[in-house]
């Protein structure tokens, strides 16, 4: 089965830029999706298609895709954006699958 | 306002049977797929399955496949996720989304914690 792998924690300061990555066989021929999820809280779609915004997500969440991996970057990371961070592959093979998850930590 | 309110939660035996509900409200529930999400305590997040409200027409993770079943009724514009027996690797929490046209979970449910336990 299709597997995506992320980082298990990224350390970020106030202000500063986040990089987390998902990666998998082929990735970049794959549409993906990018999830925050604060604790006890349902998951939220940040990122579409690679690198569209659903309204009402901040312009500092970017998303890109190539090759073999795909990366979200939070720029002018705020301490809001502490939470746990999930990749996703959409085509028709992987429905879906979601990646390992990143916890993301601002110090 | 979209909305996927979700049944509440679940302490269940196992080998016990269990189908929990999510009422979906705010949009044409034939034209949009209806997903699960598995999300075990402290671990990640597991796609389950898909239904089309309009033909039923279902997918399955291979994860997950003839372990649970998913359906819709019309009628009360609702999905359910179904166990026959359950099992204490079961217990988790079980988020409802709406996939988008566009690809991705848009909305998702408050999520409906299932415990398995003897």
């Known amino acids: 089965s299709y597997e995506l792998t992320q980082p298990p924690s990224v350390s970020v300061s106030p202000g500063?830029?986040?990089s987390?990555?998902?990666?998998?066989?082929?990735?970049?021929?794959?549409?993906?999706?990018?999830?925050?999820?604060?604790?006890?809280?349902?998951?939220?779609?940040?990122?579409?298609?690679?690198?569209?915004?659903?309204?009402?997500?901040?312009?500092?969440?970017s998303g890109s895709n190539s090759g073999n991996t795909a990366t979200l970057t939070i720029s002018g990371t705020?301490?809001?954006?502490?939470?746990d961070y999930y990749c996703q592959a959409w085509d028709s093979s992987?429905?879906?699958?979601?990646?390992?998850?990143?916890?993301?930590?601002?110090? | 306002e979209v909305q996927l309110v979700q049944s509440g939660?679940?302490?269940?035996?196992?080998?016990?049977?269990?189908?929990?509900?999510?009422?979906?409200?705010g949009?044409?529930?034939?034209?949009?797929?209806i997903g699960w999400v598995r999300q075990r305590p402290g671990k990640g997040l597991e796609w389950m399955g898909l239904i089309y409200p309009d033909d039923s027409e279902t997918r399955y993770s291979p994860s997950f496949q003839g372990q649970v079943s998913v359906s819709v009724d019309k009628s009360f514009t609702s999905a359910y996720l179904h166990w026959s027996s359950l099992r204490a690797s079961d217990t988790a929490m079980y988020y409802c989304v709406r996939r988008s046209t566009d690809g991705g979970f848009d909305y998702w449910g408050q999520g409906t914690l299932v415990t398995v336990s003897s």
């Open chain 1, 16 to 18: 500063q830029s986040a």
């Open chain 1, 20 to 61: 987390i990555t998902c990666s998998g066989y082929n990735l970049g021929n794959k549409y993906t999706c990018w999830y925050q999820q604060k604790p006890g809280q349902s998951p939220v779609l940040i990122i579409y298609q690679d690198a569209k915004r659903p309204s009402g997500i901040p312009e500092r969440f």
């Open chain 1, 78 to 83: 705020q301490d809001m954006d502490e939470a």
């Open chain 1, 94 to 107: 992987t429905e879906g699958v979601f990646g390992t998850g990143t916890k993301v930590t601002v110090l």
């Open chain 2, 9 to 25: 939660a679940e302490v269940k035996k196992p080998g016990e049977s269990l189908k929990i509900s999510c009422k979906v409200s």
């Open chain 2, 27 to 33: 949009y044409s529930f034939y034209t949009y797929w």
